[in-house]
């Protein structure tokens, strides 16, 4: 397996548990915090993906998903049209509720978007500096390792809260 395909495989998994966190439950379900100032699924779900989108479109010199093929609007949040939830109040955490159907949605577009970026790439451009905000300047390579981390996280975290939920 070369860089790219172990890059493709990690997205998959990431995928995979996004969907056993989400899938089957209704919407009061998604949004349900264990405590008051806890992630729901819907937020950790909706967080990751913005990151995922965000990051690679960054990374690649494109646009996000987000805004250019109206996921924005189908969500119909109260936050800037950019916000990807870091840096979130526990009010505005709450305010993120959405049906299966439109998180997984977005995730799968962003999903298929991120293998046809991943899955074509060289060793050699995973290398290259995509973020020199940084010290050291950040390459491809860390910044795909670090969204796939961030994510597994939040999808790992999405699965807890849902089997907390379902033992209410």
Known sequence: MNSAGLLVDSFGRVREVVHEAVEGLTEDELAARIDPDANSIAWLVWHLTRIQDDHLA???G????????????????????RATGYGQTSAQVASVRAPAELLLGY?????????????????????????????????????????????LQHAGQAAYVRGAVERR
């Open 58 to 60: 960054g990374a690649f």
């Open 107 to 151: 995730h799968d577009a962003v999903y298929e978007r991120t293998l046809d970026l991943v899955g074509p790439l060289t060793d050699s451009e995973l290398d290259r500096v995509v973020d020199t905000a940084w010290d050291p300047p950040v390459t491809l390579g860390v910044r795909l390792v670090s969204v796939i981390a961030d994510d």
């Open 62 to 81: 494109g646009e996000q998903l987000w805004e250019t093929a109206g996921w924005r609007d189908r969500f119909g949040l109260p936050f800037p049209e």
